[in-house]
Structures are given as C-alpha cells and as structure tokens.
C-alpha cells in the first residue's frame, strides 16, 4: 500500500527554522497536506494544495514540493508551534484514497 | 460555520458491536466527502475511508477494508462508523473529517471519539 514517509522528530531552538520533509512516490503527481496536531487536540490544516495557507495560519507557515518530496517550513519556529505534524495525500489510482505521513514531533525549546 | 459534532465515548468489550456518529452543519452535508480516520493512543493518524452522503459512494483504506462499515444518513446529516464484533486492538481515538469533493483538502474535523474496547 502507499506510504508517506517522514522523520519522526525535528528540534528547533524558538526563531530557527524548522523543515519537514514527507516523501511519497506519487507527490509529483498529488497534492500534499500539512496538519498540525497539538496534544489532545484534533488536527488542523496549515498547508493545502501543496503551499496555500489557510485562512488564520500564522505566515511562517510555509510548504513546497518537488518531485517525490513535500516540505513543511516554519520560519521563526514559536514555542507554540511545538506539535505533532502530518502530511496527507492522495495515492495515484484515483479513488480519493488517502493517506497519513508517518508524523514528525516538533520540538522548539 | 460548519461544525462536526461527533458522538459521545465508548467503552465497549470484545466481541460487541458498535456504531458512532458524526452530524455535519453549516454547509451543504451531500457535497462533500466526509472520512474517518483513527488514532491509537500514542501513534499517528491513520485514514480509514470516506463516504459521499450525495450518492452513498464509499471508499475504504485496504488496511481497513471488510474491518468496518462507514455509512451515512443525508437525511440527517449524519455520517457513521461502525463494528460488527470490536477488539481490544480497536481501542482509539476515531475522528471524523470535511473533505472536498473536488480536491482532497481535510479542512474541518470533527472533535473525536474515544472508543475503549476491554475486557
């Protein structure tokens, strides 16, 4: 079955920039989703259609893909964007199936 | 404002079944897609599948597939998730999720369900 990867943690001093790669092989074809998880908390959307910022989501928020591989930016990284985060795709037959990046924890201490 | 209210906790044993709920409101509920998707506590999100309460056309994830039924009632706005015999391994945490017909932007979720199946 598909699988989006990603790396399970990423550390960021507060004001640094954080990258979050997610690698999929049909990314160049499907548009990749950024969610934003804080503990106890159900997912928000921070990045749709590969770099389209919705509505409300601070500006440091930023995506790009190329190829086989999305990235989530967070530049001028806050202690409140310490958080769970997910890509989100689509697989290439079609059928809306979707599917989760493996998560990475963002740590901003 | 589009809202998904979703049904309330569950503790269940193996071997019950199980259906929970998630109305949508706020928006026209036959034009998008509304999916599932699971959390088991400590991992991460998972998609399940996703129903169009238009057409009652469905979609599985193979790993979820023939394990639950998703259906939906656009009478009332109401989509469901369901379980003909639980496990232990089904304990999580279930969300509901807006997803756009023409894209596959998520753009709203519901705010849970915890379903804890044990003995």
């Known amino acids: 079955s598909y699988e989006l990867t990603q790396p399970p943690s990423v550390s960021v001093s507060p004001g640094q920039t954080a990258r979050i790669t997610c690698s999929g092989d049909a990314l160049p074809k499907k548009y990749a989703y950024w969610y934003q998880q804080k503990s106890g908390q159900a997912p928000v959307l921070v990045i749709y259609e590969d770099s389209k910022r919705p509505s409300g989501i601070p500006e440091r928020f930023s995506g790009s893909s190329s190829g086989t591989m999305a990235t989530l930016t967070i530049s001028g990284a806050q202690v409140e964007d310490e958080a769970d985060y997910y890509c989100?795709?689509?697989?290439?037959?079609?059928?809306?199936?979707?599917?989760f990046g493996t998560g990475t924890k963002v740590t901003v201490l | 404002e589009v809202q998904l209210v979703q049904s309330g906790a569950e503790v269940k044993k193996p071997g019950e079944s199980l259906k929970i709920s998630c109305k949508g409101s706020?928006?026209?509920?036959?034009?998008?897609?509304i999916g599932w998707v699971r959390q088991m506590p400590g991992k991460g999100l998972e998609w399940m599948g996703i129903?169009?309460?238009?057409?009652?056309?469905?979609r599985y994830s193979p790993s979820f597939q023939g394990q639950v039924t998703i259906s939906a009632d656009k009478s009332i706005s109401t989509a469901y998730l369901q379980w003909s015999s639980l496990k232990a391994s089904d304990t999580a945490m279930y969300y509901c999720a807006r997803q756009d017909s023409s894209s596959s932007k998520i753009d709203y979720w519901g705010q849970g369900t915890l379903v804890t199946v044990s003995s």
């Open positions: 706020g928006y026209s509920f036959t034009s998008y897609w």
């Open positions: 989100y795709s689509t697989d290439s037959s079609g059928n809306h199936r979707g599917v």
């Open positions: 129903i169009y309460p238009g057409d009652s056309d469905t």
